[in-house]
Every structure is written in C-alpha cells, then in structure tokens.
C-alpha cells in the first residue's frame, strides 16, 4: 500500500479514535456495537456472533425489560452505564464505547430509532424489513446523511458465499444471459399473539417477514430493479391472518426482460430456495435462506457451488464495521432497503387492485 501524507493519516486516526475503536489483539480494530431490541434474534444469533468478529464487540443494550437487562449485563460483562432503555437511549450520544447501534426492535420501530441514532450520532446498522413503508426509509436517509453517519440495512444473504458466488455467476453470464427467476421463502407461523401478525408492528406479513429475501435473490441475481410486479394473495385462516398477509405469489418483470416467479407463506414449511435460467444452463440454491445448511447447485457438473459454512450475522457486521473504520460506502445500505419497500408497496397494491403496477422510483 502507498504512505498516505502525515496529516491525513493524523486526521484518520483521530476519526478512529474519536468513534472509539480501540487495538485489539493482533492489532484488529474493533468498534463498539449497542443492540436494540433483546429479542430471539439478539439473544441466539446477534449476540453470539459478536465472538467471531474480528471487527465487532459488544458494549451495549436498550432494552425495555429490566429482568433481560440482570441477564445480559451478567452474561457479557456490560456495566450499568451501558445500559439503557427506550426513555434513556438518547443519552447513548454521550458514551463514547459506542460506534454503532444496531436496531433490532418490531418494524414499526425502525424509523425512530435510527432516526435518534443519527441524532445521537452514531453510525447504524438496522434489520430488514429497513421499515414499513418507502417513505419511512427515505426518512432515515435523510436523517442518516445529515448526521453523516452510516446506515446498513441486515440483507446477511448478500455476504455469505453460496450468495456471492451465484451473484457472479449470473454477472459473468457463466451460464449465458438470464432468463428467468423463481424463487420462494416461507414457513408455518406458530404463535398467533405475536408481533409479526399485528399489522402496526410488523407492516404485513409473510412478504415482509421472509418473502423479502426471496425478493432480495431476485433482484440482486438480476442485477437490475424490477418496473412493473403482478401479485396475488390467498388467506386460509382468516382469524390468524386478520391483519396481515398469508400466502403471496408473485410476479415481477424487468427492464432487460428478465421475469421473476415468486412466492412467500406464513401457511406451510418447505419454501426455502432460488433457481435462476439462463440461455445456456441452471443454477440456484435450496435451502438458500437458513441460518445454516445452505447448498448451491448448478446445472453443468464442471461449475460447482460449495463454501464452508459462515457465520451470517458475524460476516455482515465485520463488512459494516469494515466500512466505518476506512471511511467508505457500505452496501447493502439504506437505498437498498428503500428499494425493496418500493418493489413490496407495489406487492400490496397490486393485490388491492387486481392489475399489473408499475414500482415507485426511488
């Protein structure tokens, strides 16, 4: 690498001072991270992760549960101080042992939390669906870019390497020009008191829950945004399901003419894959979207697709905390989140409407 002049290597290093960043072991920087939200995803994937980052380390919570505040402080050594709840977030702008927060709290939450990160000064990394609605998402844009801080969204799928690699293999055309798409995600939903199936805290419900990764392989194998979906719904518990959605397929078709199939369900388990169909072959994933176990295959035995297993969660925020030490863009990033919700309000009012819309632009 080249020696950067004295003074812009000074001023590099008192931005990674200033954000807290400290030497670790093997001289690895690694940026305190507060979690928001202490639910399942924080508790069994979040938490555990931070210990195979190279980048990462947790030094704080916001919790509005006094009793999992006891447990998380004892289990990881957070002192009282780094401790918050949702009335005494704000004050987290003053603890300098935090660089990133990273909202994992309802979806009907999202926008005011990063919008009180950016205000507090912090970078922020949220969960997807970034929010519930496209102009929600431009919000904290706005807000994320006046603060001039980072904004990441969790698409952990475009960092793991099964992703990565079938991402090249339709850019590099390995198998011709793309054709077409179909992909689907879902699962059968337990619990009929929780959040997810209450419409004001989860926006809706299986497309944004899960259908959104399979909308996300779509759109990033495609390379390209979608212009025009067609979508359609159907309910078989309509008590359940009073609120928000079920199952919906769906279609959408791009500039290039590329056209995607896809499904999502919150009705029954086995939905959990992508193929894409180029002019000279086929390739996909199934499982593509688990935690764990995922598998790539393609069409011609001299093109494989097997990586070692990663640590999604660990992976994205090494990426994240990546891009804040050295100053530079990250992806996926709010725009990418706001992309989405573009394509799935045209989900939603193609159904209401029974036609073929055209997706919002950015």
């Known amino acids: 690498m080249q020696r950067r002049p004295f003074l812009a290597?000074?001023?590099?290093?008192?931005?990674?001072l200033t954000t807290g960043a400290r030497a670790q072991e093997g001289g690895e920087k690694k940026l305190g991270w507060a979690l928001v939200g202490l639910g399942s995803l924080s508790t069994h994937q979040l938490a555990p992760a931070f210990a195979k980052t190279k980048h990462c380390r947790l030094s704080s919570i916001v919790t509005g549960t006094p009793a999992k505040a006891e447990e998380w402080k004892k289990k990881y050594s957070i002192p009282d101080s780094h401790v918050y709840n949702y009335e005494t977030f704000d004050k987290i702008a003053e603890n300098p042992d935090v660089d990133v927060i990273y909202v994992v709290l309802p979806n009907s939450m999202h926008e005011e939390f990063v919008i009180r990160g950016a205000k507090a000064g912090k970078h922020v990394f949220c969960e997807k669906p970034m929010a519930n609605t496209a102009d929600e998402c431009r919000r904290m844009i706005a807000a994320m870019k006046a603060a001039g801080k980072q904004l990441g969204v969790g698409y952990r799928c475009q960092y793991e390497p099964h992703h990565r690699e079938c991402m090249r293999l339709a850019r590099e055309k390995t198998f011709g020009d793309l054709k077409f798409i179909d992909a689907g995600f879902g699962f059968q939903i337990g619990d009929p008191t929780q959040w997810r199936l209450r419409k004001k805290l989860a926006g809706g419900g299986a497309l944004m829950d899960v259908g959104i990764y399979a909308l996300q392989a779509c759109r990033y194998i495609a390379g390209e945004e979608p212009v025009e979906v067609i979508a359609q719904e159907v309910k078989t518990d309509l008590q359940k399901f009073a609120e928000v959605d079920e199952t919906i397929s769906w279609s959408m078709k791009f500039a290039s003419g590329v056209v995607a199939s896809v499904m999502t369900t919150y009705a029954f388990n086995g939905a959990n894959y992508f193929t894409a169909t180029c002019q000279g072959g086929r390739f996909g994933m199934d499982p593509a979207y688990s935690?764990?176990?995922?598998?790539?295959?393609?069409?011609?035995?001299?093109?494989?697709?097997?990586?070692?297993?990663?640590?999604?969660?660990?992976?994205?925020?090494?990426?994240?905390?990546?891009?804040?030490?050295?100053?530079?863009?990250?992806?996926?990033?709010?725009?990418?989140?706001?992309k989405d919700l573009l394509v799935i309000e045209a989900i939603y009012q193609s159904i209401k409407e029974g036609k073929a819309v055209k997706v919002g632009a950015v």
């Open 9 to 16: 290597t000074l001023g590099a290093t008192a931005a990674a």
């Open 291 to 338: 935690y764990d176990g995922l598998k790539g295959w393609t069409s011609r035995p001299d093109v494989k697709i097997e990586f070692p297993a990663v640590d999604h969660f660990a992976t994205e925020m090494d990426a994240f905390a990546e891009a804040v030490i050295a100053g530079k863009p990250f992806a996926p990033s709010g725009e990418e989140g706001l």
